[in-house]
């Protein structure tokens, strides 16, 4: 496993649509395996493997109920309301109120490519909305309601467990 470079903001990858995953590689396995790495390093909570530089489908999330892994994630269902502050590992020091839906059910395969849905609330909602725009090539900000905001990692304005 490896730490990868994470893309900032401004880098044309982060605005482009990620492509189908037709099989899982051992290519595919470690990069799933690196996104995690990456993710913890970054004190994030989500990552998708276009903030990585990969053009895949592919996310992976732990809020600290343990490590999911969506592949070509859909979202089946949403609904009801949340707005919060959110933040991004692909725009480091930067924050900003994001309404997301309060629930959504989502389908994805998981790392042997087997199919499954999962329902998810709160802020399990909010990183699969967050981290299934970025497979989409849609970044936080484009969602901040008011202002984009500094913020400093020592005033920890918001936790790591809203670092998407």
Known sequence: MAIRNIRIFG??????KAKVVKEITPRVQ???????ETMYEGE????????VGILKRIAVIDIGEGPLVLINPEI???????????GCLSNPGK??????????????CDEKMDEYELEAEELLARA???????????????RVVGDILDMSYDEEEIGAEEQL
């Open 95 to 108: 924050v900003g109120e994001v309404t997301r839906p309060n629930f959504v059910k989502v389908r994805a």
């Open 76 to 86: 089946l269902e949403s609904k009801g309301e949340q707005t919060d502050k959110e």
């Open 128 to 142: 699969i909305c967050h981290e299934l725009d970025h497979l989409d090539g849609v970044l936080f900000t484009d």
């Open 30 to 36: 470690e990069l799933i395996d690196d996104m995690f």
């Open 44 to 51: 994030g909570v989500g990552l998708a493997a276009p903030q």
């Open 11 to 16: 880098d044309d990858v982060l605005r482009k």
